[in-house]
């Protein structure tokens, strides 16, 4: 079957840009997460939803972060006046639902320039 | 807080052995590890839950130890596809992930 698909695989702009990046999850994951991961780092936690709602924001790094999953499926991460330490890989995965150890299913990742 | 990797790069032959360690300075509920190859996207590989699991996946098996607060990924007669970077997650009371910096393995023919 499909896995997590996100959109755009690359997105280039500039310092004080608006940026919207896309997460498909695998249809019927309930939970949905979000990674940031830089050069020579693991992923790092942004946020985590269960169904609609945000779970767990925490990660987000300042208010110039949102996302958002209106109907519990695909998933946009929001960027407003976008900083030139932004730049990395935007991952996001996906769990089925049940326990809270499930495995995440990553998909291949927005690679986020600005320039 | 992230949990250290060790160590941050191994060279290998094809057909050796190899450790990956993951120590934490926070109490475990569960190490998610997972590879990842360059440009590609992280892997899942197995999850060990705190009890002291040990769990396999063919040649790549790992061990929990919740009163060291580590794991060990284990590695054996290494091949050209396990070649990547090592990532091992720690999970506390919730959904939430922590990853470590990775360990870089090169298997070479």
């Known amino acids: 079957g499909a896995g997590v698909s996100q959109t755009p695989s690359n997105k280039v702009t500039e310092k004080g840009k608006y940026v919207e990046l896309r997460c498909d999850p695998i249809s019927g994951h309930t939970a949905l997460y979000w990674y940031r991961q830089s050069l020579g780092q693991g992923p790092e936690f942004l946020i985590y939803f269960q169904g609609t709602g945000a779970a767990d924001d925490s990660g987000l790094p300042n208010d110039r972060f949102f996302a958002v999953r209106p109907e519990g499926s695909v998933s946009t991460l929001k960027i407003q006046r976008t900083e030139r330490g932004d730049s990395a890989v935007y991952l996001c995965?996906?769990?089925?639902?049940?326990?809270?150890?499930?495995?995440?299913?990553f998909g291949p990742g927005t690679r986020l320039t600005v320039l | 807080q992230q949990p250290v990797q060790s160590p941050q790069a191994v060279i290998l032959r094809e057909g050796e052995d190899a450790v990956i360690n993951c120590s934490s300075s926070?109490?475990?509920?569960?190490v998610h590890w997972y590879r990842q190859k360059h440009g590609e996207a992280p892997v899942f590989l197995m999850i060990l839950l705190k009890g002291g699991e040990q769990k396999g996946h063919e040649k790549i098996s790992a061990s929990f130890n919740e009163k060291k607060q580590q794991s060990s990924l284990y590695l054996t007669a290494s091949q050209l596809s396990y070649s990547g970077t090592y990532f091992c997650?720690?999970?506390?009371?919730?959904?939430?992930?922590?990853f470590g910096k990775g360990t870089l393995l090169t298997v070479n023919p």
């Open positions: 995965a996906s769990s089925p639902p049940g326990l809270a150890y499930n495995e995440q299913f």
């Open positions: 926070k109490a475990l509920y569960s």
């Open positions: 997650g720690i999970g506390g009371s919730n959904y939430k992930l922590t």
